[in-house]
């Protein structure tokens, strides 16, 4: 079933987006919400290589982490000198001025997007390839995640969210840890872009808009944030969802406001009587 | 005798007509989706078209089905989204086995475009109008004008008939609003007009005062806005401005919620459309009798009008398929939609599907005056 595995590629795109966006804000504390302009860059960079230079489709990837980690870096340099809701406020500026850029540029399309990306894989297997390709980066994500925050550098990141001064006054260097978790969160959303690019073929200002920002910070809260598997089982809440109503057989106007109401409920339910997430403990960062 | 056998045959007709579409209801369905918008802030058009399409289904499905079985439909909701339209068409063509999908919305369009292509199932546009959909792929046809259709005609008959020579163009920042708007452009241009201001918004905008001031800077005789459901809010701030100009819009702009919130505002309007109205065919008369029945008139007549048409293409297609005892594939479709070629449909009239992924049809210019829409002229 080529449907399901289109899903799961999509579920496992949001993995590592979620993932990425855990590590930044679940672990590190950073209040960002520009996640999804760093997912457009690495889909635009991909894209973009892909149906002008016919690259392979890794050093499309590749070029598409790096532009997102430059550009990381660039943000994370001028702006992670403030934190809270400046940082919050300057990471929208980001994410709203790039995403204007990209829709008022020739070259990326404008808001008609790119339409003609290349195909990589094709034939009936080239769902289920993308599947195991997804979920293996997916994977990788994960226990790169895993493996940052287990160790001593882990541990610091986590103090340095709970009390940065203390963190400071112990001798850490806080900006090189912050640049550090904003690149390879940034990188990874990046990484999703380029997959995104390659399996959908198709891209546009208006898939990388604000609003994912909501989804991406959604699926974090609703799994446990700072939490390894959080972000791993929001998404797949989150994204199953939606596809679950379809099966219903409601009527067409009755599916988007229902999806809209349990997309709301779950978040409210869930800011109630669960706020540290499905997985989470009631210390974020402590569940491991 | 005859009067008996007459009389039979009058009694008999109902019942078989009736026994025909019972049977029709029996067999298996012949299946096609539709990706529309039935939330968001298209969903007023889109919501029109899926309850059209409803409408074409059952008077089909009336009649004995598409060769003695019933046409189906399946709507998945987009928002206009092309992340949604993905998922959605996935799930057609995937779990429901749809062998053809309806579309509109040019990003919609788009994005659903490679996996048409990469499935081979036939995707049909029916009412967007991006000049970019006759280069989206093998599969993917329209059965709606595209823009340089309406908006050749209507940039030729301001320059050549109304004879304005200086044209401010403000239009909305999407596909629709850059194709249509770079069009208008480039004929108004070369039939020797002037293009004093050409300006984009944002589609979330709300005010629009600076461009139509930038706009007002230039002096132009002729406004011509490219836009969506923002149409009316953009005219009513620039009558607000003082600007007393000429305005022309294209198909969008035929509607007649735009003249209830315009008011005197809209007197003067030029806007096209590409579908004949019920005073020029009859058939349009049924559709807004059926339309009578939900209790408030349509959003965006023609548009319904080729939602209509596109269902009857629909079911010639399964009709060609099953005639020609073929399985019921896109490549059949495809190969049915090239086949048959010239379609004789009930509300829009007869459409010619090129190999270039176009059609052609006659553009109706309508002029508002004293709050009603009335033909300006016809260019065929």
């Known amino acids: 079933m080529d449907y399901l595995a289109s899903a799961g590629v999509l579920i496992g795109i949001y993995i590592i987006l979620a993932a990425g966006y855990n590590l930044i804000i679940g672990y590190g504390g950073l209040n960002t919400i520009a996640h999804p302009i760093f997912f457009a860059l690495g889909a635009y960079t991909t894209a973009l290589l892909a149906i002008g230079t016919g690259l392979p489709p890794v050093i499309c990837i590749a070029a598409g982490i790096g532009v997102a980690v430059i550009a990381s870096v660039f943000l994370a340099v001028t702006t992670l000198r403030i934190s809270g809701d400046y940082l919050l406020i300057a990471s929208l500026g980001f994410q709203l001025g790039l995403l204007q850029a990209i829709n008022n540029l020739d070259f990326t399309g404008g808001p008609s997007g790119l339409s003609n990306i290349p195909v990589t894989l094709s034939g009936p297997a080239r769902g289920w390839l993308y599947l195991m390709i997804t979920a293996a980066l997916a994977l990788l994500v994960i226990w790169l995640v895993h493996r940052g925050m287990s160790g001593p550098f882990g541990r610091a990141v986590r103090a340095m969210r709970d009390d940065d001064v203390a963190c400071a006054a112990l001798g850490r260097g806080l900006f090189t840890m912050k640049v550090v978790i904003f690149a390879f969160g940034c990188g990874t959303a990046g990484l999703a872009g380029g997959m995104y690019a390659y399996y959908f073929q198709y891209i546009s200002p208006e898939q990388f808009n604000v609003a994912q920002s909501a989804t991406i910070l959604t699926m974090v809260v609703l799994g446990g944030i700072g939490t390894i598997w959080g972000p791993v089982l929001g998404a797949f809440v989150l994204v199953a969802l939606p596809q679950v109503i379809t099966f219903l057989q409601l009527p067409s106007s009755l599916v988007g406001p229902l999806q809209g109401l349990i997309f709301t409920s779950l978040v409210i339910l869930f800011l109630f009587l669960r706020p540290h997430g499905l997985v989470g403990t009631r210390t974020p960062g402590a569940a491991h | ?380």
């Open chain 2, 1 to 380: 005798m005859i009067e008996q056998l007459t009389r039979r045959l009058v009694l008999s007709a109902p019942a078989a007509l009736w026994a025909g579409a019972a049977f029709a209801q029996q067999k298996e369905p012949f299946r096609f989706g539709a990706l529309m918008p039935t939330t968001g802030p298209e969903a007023g058009y889109g919501l029109d078209f899926v309850k059209t399409y409803e409408m074409a289904v059952k008077d089909i499905n009336d009649k004995g089905g598409v060769a003695g079985r019933p046409l189906e439909m399946i709507v998945l909701d987009t928002q206009a989204k092309p992340e949604l339209a993905i998922s959605g068409a996935n799930k057609l063509i995937d779990v429901d086995k749809v062998a053809v999908v309806i579309t509109a919305w040019s990003s919609v369009v788009k994005a659903v475009a490679p996996i048409a292509n990469r499935t081979s199932v036939l995707e049909l546009n029916m009412g967007a109008n991006s000049p970019d959909i006759a280069h989206l792929g093998d599969y993917v046809y329209t059965v709606f004008p595209l823009a340089e259709v309406d908006v050749t005609a209507l940039a030729k008959y301001t320059r050549e008939k109304l004879g304005k020579s200086r044209a401010a163009v403000l239009y909305i920042n999407n596909d629709t609003g850059i194709g249509g708007a770079k069009i208008y452009r480039d004929v108004f241009t070369a039939a020797g007009g002037q293009i004093v201001a050409f300006e984009a918004y944002d589609p979330k905008a709300t005010d629009f005062t600076g461009v139509l001031l930038k706009a007002r800077v230039g002096n132009p005789d002729v406004v011509h806005i490219h836009g969506l459901s923002e149409l009316p809010q953009v005219i009513a701030q620039m009558r607000q401005l003082g600007m007393p100009q000429q305005i022309t819009s294209y198909s969008a702009g035929y509607n007649p919620k735009l003249l209830a919130q315009l008011g005197a505002a809209a007197e003067g309007l030029i806007v096209t459309s590409l579908a004949p109205t019920a005073g020029t065919n009859p058939n349009v008369a049924k559709l807004l009798d059926l339309w009578k029945q939900v209790g408030r008139a349509p959003n965006g007549l023609p548009y319904l009008q080729y939602a209509w048409d596109s269902t009857v293409v629909v079911a010639d297609l399964f009709a060609w398929v099953d005639k020609n005892k073929l399985p019921v594939t896109g490549e059949n479709m495809r190969k049915a939609l090239l086949e048959i070629k010239t379609f004789d449909l009930p509300m829009t009239g007869k459409l010619v599907v090129t190999n270039d992924h176009r059609v052609d049809k006659p553009v109706y210019l309508y002029v508002v005056k004293n709050g009603q829409f009335t033909l300006l002229d016809t260019i065929a």
